[in-house]
């Protein structure tokens, strides 16, 4: 997929920033593997502010106000299981990650061209599911439907951008002990595509045995 000149005029930079972050949201929040490490801490008790972080390096990675993205789509699929593996502890298997880099850049360049439609399709997903499983929902308000955007006039666009930035703030999973009701951003304990830091060397015991966890390679 070619992004290299999807990048919005400036005066929709706004608007389209606002609708990706909330699709990108929307991605986040549906991802199994990703949800149920989170709900069963098996990134110990920082697992919801890893999930977090995972947003924030997401956003920052692509940003409209940037020719193309700073990471492309097979670094990313790599840099996603590694990353999961390395704070949850989870092998990806399911090639979850590929479908997560793929859905990422196709919002990326159907917001930057104008196109929200993809975006609030997967929020509303998210907010079916959200009701299903029977957590809180996000309320929209109908602002983020499809509705006839080409005819939205100053103030419905301005509304619209404002719901999807409301979307986009609040937490993904809930606030991590101790904050408030809005997600707080900054960098990652460490981010994707870093090198983790050298583990102490496993011993073995004396029947030979030792655990050691296997490190999962991207396929290209």
């Keep these: 997929m070619d992004t290299s000149s999807t990048k919005p005029q400036s005066t929709t930079i706004e608007i389209a920033t606002a609708e990706f972050h909330a699709g990108v949201t929307a991605i986040l929040r549906s991802w199994s593997p990703l949800k149920t490490a989170v709900e069963s801490e098996w990134g110990g008790t920082q697992s919801k502010e890893k999930a977090e972080y995972l947003r924030t390096h997401m956003l920052t990675c692509f940003d409209y106000t940037k020719q193309k993205p700073s990471i492309d789509m097979y670094d990313l699929e790599d840099d996603l299981a590694i990353f999961m593996e390395e704070e949850f502890s989870i092998v990806l298997e399911d090639n979850s990650e590929k479908q997560i880099a793929q859905l990422l850049f196709k919002i990326y360049e159907m917001c930057g061209n104008g196109n929200f439609s993809l975006a609030r399709e997967l929020i509303l997903k998210a907010n079916q599911a959200a009701t299903v499983a029977g957590q809180?929902?996000?309320?929209?308000?109908?602002?983020?439907?499809?509705?006839s955007d080409e005819e939205m006039d100053t103030a419905g666009t301005t509304n619209?951008?404002?719901?999807?930035?409301?979307?986009?703030?609040?937490?993904?999973?809930?606030?991590?002990?101790?904050?408030?009701?809005?997600?707080?951003?900054?960098?990652?304990?460490?981010?994707?595509?870093?090198?983790?830091?050298?583990?102490?060397?496993?011993?073995?015991?004396?029947?030979?045995?030792a655990t050691v966890p296997s490190k999962k390679k991207g396929n290209r």
């Design 136 to 147: 809180p929902v996000v309320q929209s308000n109908g602002e983020l439907d499809e509705d």
């Design 160 to 209: 619209t951008t404002n719901v999807a930035q409301e979307y986009a703030g609040d937490f993904l999973f809930g606030a991590p002990a101790g904050q408030g009701q809005k997600a707080k951003t900054g960098p990652p304990p460490r981010q994707l595509g870093t090198a983790a830091p050298e583990k102490p060397i496993v011993e073995v015991d004396d029947d030979g045995f």
